[in-house]
């Protein structure tokens, strides 16, 4: 069904028309006059092809993100009718608030069959029997079942907050992230997380109802937010890498005796951090940068188009069955090992 | 100065940001706000980071400060949400970043996304503890046998290590998208506000807040408008405002009643019938509102223009500047590519004598209210010699294009200046351009 305005033509797009749609729970039949009640599966992959970090939706699609995925990829999508956009708020309230429940449910149950058919449909797309078989990825009764509610208890809010406290060290320019030497060693009694000793597979929670679910979150300060279907840029690498407002272009550096030009002076360093503005060396002891482990999870989540709502954050199983590269042992998370043991 | 005529010459200062050809979306910048003694600079981007800058402090007495600003921290204030009940993404991205005033150490910062508001607690760390007896230096346990004496660990200066911490999170209270967020003056209560209310809270309290303003009709047919802006009054703890989509700004007194949807005072300028077009409401929508220092003004700013409010006159702005006026027969097509809704910033200069706001092309545009004169500026990569004053960049709209001047055609409406902010005693300040954050300083 052709919904959307036309994105690809435009020369001015503005901020809105690729980018992120906000919550947007309208869907957009109510807004063309000529809603044709059939649906008419559009030729295009269900998963985003927007590389922002749009979630990638499994057959539960909404009609919000139906639009976004439009507007990515709409050079096979034919325009005619005129360009519907609600922009403004106003207009974007009335319309949430106005839909009648029932339509609205309606609506939405339509996208989800037609989302299905769309994704069935897919499959018949392959050239190659070869392709077919790698294409039908096992469905999950294999697969535990992990669904997710807030991954952060500690504060009561559904708002996903990093626990603990993030550290940075103006002077290096990278998020540090060893804190044994900066905290205590022996951790205060009120503390709920564990210091990360040995990697014993044996569970260290006291609770052991809370322990499937929460999967440790604590010791793993950077795991994202398990709300989170897409795996396009993840928060946590962006931040544990260098910022890009830390590159800085100051006129002072014109003024000095360097003929050559800006001196561009980056807070952080992209080799190693040993060298920084100040000039100070640092000594080994304090050099403990927290490497972050290559998360093949980018990689391994785009080559599936349905992934699971639930699906688990690190290690998966790929189609073959073997196991993704595991981390050196030095920087293994808590809960990559536990995971091991249980299979 | 210029002969002594209080007027600005901008130089550049600093660029914070790279050069990308395809800029990465959750690398443009959100929101930027200065501290109150402008040592600290913090900006929220669209990835839901915030990045706080501080100046640098070396000392020279006498001499001009340099006073660049450098990186100070960088955390990751907001994550993306899902609302499972209503099958919605919600943002991280950093709408608005208010500072308290500093009381202690420490440096707290509110930031808050669509949904969410969150205080953050900023503090320093140089030191840290040396010598235990359990354990080395890098963690590992000392074997027992080789422990044979007691000693009592001390702190050892350490590189500097600045750390965040959230303190309080403040949600679920709204139901739509929030605009912004006001630490009252009394440094103990803020108030937060979306498209059709505003709640009070304490800073302390995470769990309830008082709803002060709520303009949501019972029959949603009937809505008309939305709150675009709110603020407190800088000094008078029981007074605010909100603008509106209507381009009305209503000053409550919380004084007089518990819900404030009864205004105390409305400032509404009566519509101007020649300028009358299909396009009149949309761009008279008020994108910011902001009080001067003295308390006394409230600059308001529409898509054409910023206008300057006397509290004592409701009847009609002191003063009106046009910012680019240039594009008022381009109305239909900047409505085509959704450019009209736009959400520019204003901001006062210390002194409450100047006001800036940003427009297209990296334009930003300076009025100097007590000569009258206006600038405009470009924030470019181009302009980077030390000391060489800002050229002043004009726009021409008619057949004949004179030699520096740019064609209305010609400007770029990708490169929007949006959020821009001013230092609160000095004259820096910082215009955030997409994903490059620029700062320029006067002069002198």
């Known amino acids: 069904m052709e919904v959307d305005p036309p994105q690809a033509s435009d020369p001015l797009p503005g901020a809105r028309n690729g980018g992120l749609k906000r919550c947007n729970s309208a869907p957009m039949i109510n807004l063309i006059p000529d809603t044709s009640s059939s649906f008419t599966p559009v030729s295009q992959p269900l998963s985003s092809s927007h590389n922002a970090t749009a979630p990638l939706i499994s057959p539960v699609s909404r009609p919000l993100e139906r639009q976004r995925t439009l507007s990515a990829s709409s050079t096979s999508l034919n325009i005619t009718t005129p360009p519907i956009r609600i922009p403004s708020r106003l207009i974007q309230i009335k319309q949430e608030e106005t839909t009648n429940v029932v339509n609205r449910e309606v609506a939405h149950e339509r996208e989800v069959q037609s989302s299905m058919q769309i994704a069935q449909s897919w499959d018949e797309f392959s050239l190659e029997d070869s392709m077919m078989t790698e294409a039908k990825r096992p469905r999950s009764f294999s697969e535990q079942l992990h669904i997710f509610t807030s991954p952060f208890p500690l504060s009561s809010s559904p708002s996903p907050t990093r626990v603990g406290k993030q550290c940075f060290s103006p002077s290096a320019g990278l998020p540090i992230k060893d804190h044994t030497l900066h905290t205590s060693p022996t951790p205060s009694p009120t503390r709920r997380s564990f210091v990360r000793r040995s990697l014993s597979p044996i569970a260290m929670r006291p609770n052991a109802v809370g322990m499937k679910r929460k999967l440790d979150t604590e010791l793993c300060e950077y795991i994202s937010p398990a709300k989170r279907f897409n795996n396009g840029p993840f928060t946590p690498e962006r931040l544990l890498t260098h910022h890009p407002l830390m590159n800085s272009i100051s006129s002072s550096s014109f003024e000095d005796s360097d003929p050559n030009g800006a001196r561009e002076s980056n807070n952080s360093s992209t080799s190693s951090f040993v060298s ?11 050099c403990f940068t927290f490497c972050p482990v290559q998360n093949n999870r980018n990689s391994e989540s785009q080559n599936s188009e349905m992934t699971d709502v639930s699906e688990p954050e690190q290690t998966r199983q790929d189609d073959s069955g073997n196991r993704p590269q595991k981390p050196t042992p030095k920087t293994i998370f808590k809960f990559g090992q536990a995971r091991e043991t249980q299979v | 100065m210029a002969a002594g005529t209080g007027e600005m010459q901008w130089c550049f200062s600093q660029v914070k940001g790279t050069i990308e050809e395809d800029v990465t979306e959750a690398d443009i910048i959100s929101c930027v706000e200065f501290n109150h003694d402008g040592e600290l600079l913090a900006t929220g981007d669209k990835g839901g980071r915030v990045v706080i800058f501080q100046r640098d402090q070396q000392s020279s007495p006498g001499l001009q400060r340099r006073g660049e600003y450098n990186v100070y921290s960088t955390f990751q204030s907001h994550e993306p949400e899902f609302d499972y009940l209503k099958s919605l993404e919600i943002e991280e991205k950093i709408n608005k970043i208010r ?18 508001v969150k205080l953050w607690k900023v503090t320093e760390r140089d030191r840290r503890p040396q010598g235990y007896n359990l354990k080395e230096e890098g963690g590992t346990t000392r074997t027992s046998t080789d422990i044979t004496t007691l000693k009592v660990p001390v702190f050892k200066p350490m590189e500097l290590m600045v750390e965040a911490s959230p303190r309080r999170i403040f949600a679920n209270a709204h139901t739509y998208h929030i605009n912004s967020i006001s630490v009252n003056s009394d440094q103990e209560t803020y108030m937060s506000a979306d498209d059709l209310r505003i709640n009070l809270w304490h800073l302390e309290i995470t769990d309830q807040s008082f709803n002060i303003v709520d303009i949501k009709p019972t029959n949603m047919e009937e809505l008309t408008e939305v709150i675009t802006a709110a603020e407190f009054h800088p000094t008078e703890c029981n007074q605010f405002v909100y603008s509106s989509s209507k381009g009305t700004i209503r000053l409550c007194d919380m004084r ?5 949807d009864q205004h105390s005072k409305i400032f509404e300028e009566p519509e101007d019938p020649t300028n009358r077009s299909f396009f009149s409401e949309i761009i008279s929508s008020i994108s910011d509102v902001k009080f001067s220092h003295n308390g006394r003004y409230l600059i308001t700013r529409d898509y054409l223009s910023v206008k300057v409010w006397d509290l004592h006159m409701d009847s009609k702005p002191i003063e009106t500047y046009q910012v680019h006026e240039y594009l008022r027969s381009k109305l239909c097509s900047l409505y085509e590519n959704d ?3 736009d959400k520019f910033e204003c901001a006062w200069s210390g002194n409450d004598r100047n006001i800036m706001t940003g427009s297209y092309n990296n334009f930003f545009r300076m009025f100097d209210r007590e000569t009258k ?7 470019s990569r181009e302009n980077m010699k030390p000391s060489t004053i800002l050229k002043q960049r004009k726009i021409s709209t008619g057949g004949k294009r004179k030699k520096d001047e740019i064609s209305v055609d010609c400007l770029d409406f990708n490169k929007k200046i949006l959020h821009t902010a001013w230092h609160p005693s000095e004259n820096i300040i910082a215009v955030a351009a997409t994903n490059n954050l620029y700062l320029f300083q006067n002069k002198e």
Not at chain 2, 103 to 109: E, I, K, M, R
Not at chain 2, 256 to 260: D, E, R, T
Not at chain 2, 373 to 379: K, Q, S, V, Y
């Open chain 2, 373 to 379: 004169r206006d600038n405009t500026l470009e924030a």
């Open chain 2, 99 to 116: 500072w308290l005033e500093r009381a202690n150490p420490a440096h707290f910062l509110l930031s808050t996304n669509d949904k969410t």
């Open chain 2, 339 to 341: 450019c009209i809704f």
């Open chain 2, 256 to 260: 007089s009643q518990a819900l404030c």
């Open chain 1, 276 to 286: 920084n503005d100040s000039g100070t060396s640092m000594t080994p002891q304090t």
